[in-house]
Each structure stands twice: as C-alpha cells, then as structure tokens.
C-alpha cells in the first residue's frame, strides 16, 4: 500500500485541495472568449463560437456584437488536469467537480463536449441561485 493510500484509508478520503476530480462547465458564463484555449498547456480544448448583434437598449446606443457559444470539447484524454484553465477564466465558467471521470472504452468517448460537462454540476437545490450565479454570459452581454 502507499502512503497516499494509507493516508487515505486511515484519515478518510484526501481533501479537495489534494486531489481535483474533473472539470465542468458552466454554459450560462462562457462567454467564448477563448482564454481557456489559448492558455491549455496540452491544447485540449475547443471551442466554436459565432457572433450575435444585440440591438442598441436606447434610441440613441449603439447596437453590440457578442460571441456566442456553439460547440466546447475538452479532450480528456489529453488533459493533463493542471487546471490552468480553470484559474485563468475570468467568468468562472470551468470548475472542478468533486467525482472522478470514469474510465472510457474508446478514445472518441473520452472528448467530453458541452452537455456532458454541463452534466457534471450538482444541481442546486429549488429556489436558490446555486451554481449559476454570479458572472453570466448575459451579464456580460448588457
């Protein structure tokens, strides 16, 4: 038995800041701006994106362009779990969930796309914000 190992057994599970879990995503705060892509030491995640004019609130403003979420995949099976990405989304869209991604049959299935990490967040319980509060997509639009 290892250490680790030991040390688990004997004391419980290991904290969250020892171990990560998976990641998920939050789709109401992605705002496509790409950060998470650019910064992915391993380059294993893609997104595709297509912009939207919001017209102008007022007579007098101007109508705003915004990037729109179409496609996010993060390829598990290059993910090295450093979670850069994580720490450098402005908008907390990325997150670690405590339960570990299971194991996979085929390569194909370890590209986790939009729903499946969507999937991967507790639900809050009825009638409180939960996991979607905060900096959304649309916050960020107005």
Known sequence: MSPAEAAETSAGPLPAARRR???????DKCTSCMICVRECP?????IESHTETIPA?????R?????VLDEFVIDMGH???????VEV???DALAW???????EASTAALRHDRE??????PQPPRGTEGATAGNTAEEARR
């Open 57 to 61: 609130p007022t007579p007098r403003g």
């Open 42 to 46: 391993d380059w294993c995640i893609h």
């Open 116 to 121: 499946r990490l969507a999937g991967l967040l």
């Open 89 to 91: 989304c402005p908008f």
């Open 97 to 103: 969930v405590a339960q570990a991604a299971p194991a």
């Open 63 to 67: 109508a705003r362009t915004v990037a």
């Open 21 to 27: 879990g998976t990641l998920a995503l939050i789709p």
């Open 79 to 85: 993910c090295q779990h450093c979670g850069i990405c």
